[in-house]
T-cell receptor, first 110, second 116 residues
Framework: GESVGLHLPTLSVQEGDNSIINCAYS??????FIWYKQESGKGPQFIID?????DKRQGQRVTVLLNKTVKHLSLQIAATQPGDSAVYFC?????????FGKGTTLSVSS | EAGVAQSPRYKIIEKRQSVAFWCNPI?????LYWYQQILGQGPKLLIQ????????DSQLPKDRFSAERLKGVDSTLKIQPAKLEDSAVYLC??????????????FGQGTRLTVV
């Protein structure tokens, strides 16, 4: 079946660096895409989303890029902080619900 | 604004026993989701409600799992009988409308189920 997946299971960066987390999706019918952050023992927390008719969207310290040609989604975190350490999931929304990928664990060292 | 409330936070049961989880969504949210998250994996949708009607339950193991959302507010998810592979975190989420209309889903903290 179609699914959303992430390229790397883990990513380690130094505090202050920029982080890029990637995601490949396969359902071209998805209406929008969302990035979630999940800290240990907590539910996923919304970070940023992007509609399928857009290719870039910026938030506070975060940018999501969507490349529909190659079905690729990325999350860029500027000036990564220790508090950004968590598991990041991309998810795709369509007519029914959100389908999540497996996640990338981001570790930020001081 | 109060978030999505779930209870209990933790539950340990023996296989073949039954268990129930409760979820209270954010007030006014029409859409409610139950997800199963196995350790190291992303959340997997079990069932989605729009008000008190089921929108999608295609991945719900209906021989043992059941869910209801009476009156379109609170929801319960039940497992009977439980299997070892049901050990996971069960997440409830709610949104103003359904996912296809691009509305943010808010998640509860989840119920961690351990089946021994």
């Amino acid at each position: 079946g179609e699914s959303v997946g992430l390229h790397l299971p883990t990513l380690s960066v130094q505090e202050g660096d920029n982080s890029i987390i990637n995601c490949a999706y396969s359902n071209s019918a998805s209406d929008y895409f969302i990035w979630y952050k999940q800290e240990s023992g907590k539910g996923p927390q919304f970070i940023i989303d992007i509609r399928s008719n857009m290719d870039k969207r910026q938030g506070q310290r975060v940018t999501v890029l969507l490349n529909k040609t190659v079905k690729h989604l990325s999350l860029q975190i500027a000036a990564t902080q220790p508090g950004d350490s968590a598991v990041y999931f991309c998810a795709e929304g369509s007519r029914t619900a959100l389908i999540f990928g497996k996640g990338t664990t981001l570790s930020v060292s001081s | 604004e109060a978030g999505v409330a779930q209870s209990p936070r933790y539950k340990i049961i023996e296989k073949r026993q039954s268990v129930a989880f409760w979820c209270n969504p954010i007030s006014g949210h029409a859409t409610l989701y139950w997800y199963q998250q196995i350790l190291g994996q992303g959340p997997k949708l079990l069932i989605q409600f729009q008000n008190n009607g089921v929108v999608d339950d295609s991945q719900l193991p209906k021989d043992r799992f059941s869910a209801e959302r009476l009156k379109g507010v609170d929801s319960t998810l039940k497992i009977q009988p439980a299997k070892l592979e049901d050990s996971a975190v069960y997440l409830c989420a709610s949104s103003l409308s359904w996912a296809g209309s691009n509305t943010e889903a808010f998640f509860g903290q989840g119920t961690r189920l351990t089946v021994v």
